[in-house]
């Protein structure tokens, strides 16, 4: 990565920053600190974000899909983007509470710098390969943000059940709506996820023929869409709403941390010189 694009994502840090506090600040009595400032602050921070990858796509020729830190911030972008297509249509930062620190930690480790990498596999070289990635990782912004909203219903449900309140009870929006924004956020990304994995099955299968079948990243992929379609089903079929729905959509989260983490095991998912 450049210079400039450097900068540009480590200022992008610096606003997305705000909205970690702003998290962390929500947890007790003095969420109203920052709420007036936290939605221009990450909005500013994803203005820089969007100007650094595009200016490193400039510098280096192509989107260096092969760099870990690339990817990280391309995922952070995304799921900043989800974010915020859902607070213009419910009004709520809420669950920032958890998509500020993930968006947080992944465009820290991303603005650290990134090395030098050499690129072995002519896939990265095929368009289609970008389409993929784009697709998965708007899948991945749209889990992120269900399992944001699941993890506060579940805890709204508790504090009411338990009739003892909290701070953070004061600033979520009500039960309902919480489960309507889980619920539009699965359905916003079930169909990034499907396309992704079948262009990415597509190309793989090419390669590798029916052997990457076997692969972890692979077999994890499938797992998160099968517990992903399991989730829109039961609430269509069954009705499964709030705490059912809510633990399947953190299942299908912890799914995707895995599925994520198993790059360092693929086989099929290694494009450059080690």
């Known amino acids: 990565m450049g210079f400039m694009p450097l900068i540009w994502l480590r200022v992008a840090v610096v606003c997305y920053g705000v909205g970690l506090i702003y998290s962390l600040l929500l947890l007790s009595k003095r969420g109203n600190l920052l709420g007036k400032i936290v939605e221009p602050a990450v909005g500013l921070g994803l203005i820089f974000h969007f100007v650094s990858l595009v200016e490193s796509t400039i510098l280096i020729g192509h989107i260096s899909l092969a760099s870990i830190q690339y990817s990280e911030s391309l995922l952070a972008f995304l799921a900043m983007v989800v974010f915020f297509v859902f607070f213009v249509g419910y009004r709520t930062t809420t669950p920032g509470i958890v998509i500020f620190p993930i968006v947080f930690v992944l465009t820290f480790a991303s603005a650290l710098g990134q090395k030098p990498v050499t690129i072995t596999s002519p ?4 368009g289609w390969i970008f389409v993929h990635i784009v697709l998965i990782f708007t899948g991945y912004a749209g889990l992120f943000l269900s399992f944001g909203a699941s993890l506060l219903y579940l805890v ?8 003892r309140p909290t701070p953070l009870l004061t600033w979520l929006p009500p039960l309902q709506t919480i489960d309507d924004i889980c619920y539009h956020a699965l359905l916003f990304g079930f169909p ?3 396309f992704g994995i079948l262009t990415g ?5 090419e390669k590798y023929g029916p052997m990457f079948f076997a692969d972890p990243k692979i077999v994890l992929s499938f797992a998160m869409w099968v517990v992903y379609l399991l989730l829109l089903y039961t609430r269509w079929s069954s009705g499964w709403r709030g705490r059912k729905a809510a633990v399947l959509a ?3 989260f912890v799914i995707a941390i895995c599925a994520w983490a198993a790059n360092n095991f693929s086989r099929v998912h290694r494009f450059i010189a080690s």
């Open 250 to 252: 953190t299942v299908a």
């Open 123 to 126: 896939l990265l070289r095929n």
């Open 156 to 163: 709204q449900e508790r504090a009411l059940k338990s009739k």
């Open 201 to 205: 099955s597509v190309l793989l299968i």
């Open 192 to 194: 990034f996820m499907t």
